[in-house]
Nanobody
């Protein structure tokens, strides 16, 4: 089992910045992927950014150039720096850990970009 605890998020004005962090504990196997997904009301959950244990990354087109994913393998932390927030970024953001056939989710953190 892998436990994921998220922190950060909250409210920011459009154009502002927020940061999310997720600490993983438990049976952390490699290779693995740590990622952030989001789900807005009435919409499907979508991938925002992912970082693999080899350091490679994937970003959704809608956030590329504005969001940056990073991870500290020693501390088992994955973070998402969100700059240039837009109202369309408003959603619940979920941390995800996957390795092979195993996948785990965090509890979710609300991010709201609004005046």
């Amino acid at each position: 089992q892998v436990q994921l605890v998220e922190s950060g998020g909250g409210l920011a004005q459009p154009g502002g910045s927020l940061r999310l962090s997720c600490v993983a504990s438990g049976s952390i196997l490699s290779p693995n992927t740590m990622a952030w997904y989001r789900q807005a009301p009435g919409k499907q959950r979508e991938l925002v950014a992912a970082m693999h244990s080899d350091g490679s990354t994937n970003y959704a087109a809608s956030v590329k150039g504005r969001f940056t994913i990073s991870r500290d393998n020693t501390k088992k932390v994955v973070s998402l720096q969100m700059n240039g927030l837009k109202p369309d970024d408003t959603a619940v953001y979920y941390c995800n850990f996957s390795s092979g056939y195993r996948g785990f989710w965090g509890q979710g953190a609300q991010v709201t970009a609004s005046v």
